[in-house]
Every structure is written in C-alpha cells, then in structure tokens.
C-alpha cells in the first residue's frame, strides 16, 4: 500500500532523493517517516514529518531532509552528503499509532548503496 522509489548506487559525498506514495486504496493512509535496514543490522529509524514537525536521527541530521507533498500525499526523503554507512534498504512507514512511535503501514523497501 506504500511504495517507496528513488533508490540507487551513488558514490560518497552525492545525492539522492527517495519518494514514498501510497497505491491501490490510498484514503487514509499517510506516510510520515524513513527507516532504514542495512545488511546484518535492524531496522533504524531516520526521520519522520508529524503534525508538521520533523524528527531525524543524529546520525542524518544536517544530511537528509524529510518533507511532505500533502496534495500528492506523496512522502519524500533528500538524501545529501551520502556516506557509505548510509547503505541499506529504506522503508517509508505511515499511519503511525497517535502518540507513539508504532507505525501501522509499511512500504516495500528501495535499495541504496552509497559506494566509497
């Protein structure tokens, strides 16, 4: 119901932006975070966007930028400054539960590797 794009292999120091949207019966189902998984690792969260206020995880901060296109309902994540420990599968996650930090819908994945 979430499908998140944008991945790719892209070399240290570039770029990359992810989307996230919802597909099939989309009404009421938002997409409001990242998280990512790398190889051998569990699953971290890397930013959200609640209520209009961003969230990021220290280790993207000043990197990544979360935003939101409310008309698309289209979720986006601009990867900048990319550093090979950035390398992992990223989820776009939505629908959290009020209050917390359970998310209820996920998205398949998208591939990014960030080679040194």
């Known amino acids: 119901q979430l499908q998140a794009s944008g991945g790719g292999l892209v070399q240290a120091g570039g770029s990359l932006r992810l989307s996230c949207a919802a597909s099939?019966?989309?009404?009421?189902?938002?997409?409001v975070g990242w998280f990512r998984q790398a190889p051998g690792k569990e699953r971290e969260f890397v930013a959200s966007?609640?209520?209009?206020?961003?969230n990021y995880a220290d280790s993207v901060k000043d990197r990544f930028t979360i935003s939101r296109d409310n008309a698309k309902n289209t979720l986006y994540l601009q990867m900048s400054s990319l550093k090979p420990e950035d390398t992992a599968v990223y989820y776009c996650?939505?629908?959290?539960?009020?209050?917390?930090?359970?998310?209820?819908?996920w998205g398949q994945g998208t591939l990014v590797t960030v080679s040194s």
């Open positions: 996650a939505g629908n959290p539960v009020p209050g917390t930090s359970v998310y209820t819908k």
């Open positions: 099939g019966r989309t009404r009421n189902i938002y997409p």
């Open positions: 966007i609640r209520g209009g206020a961003t």
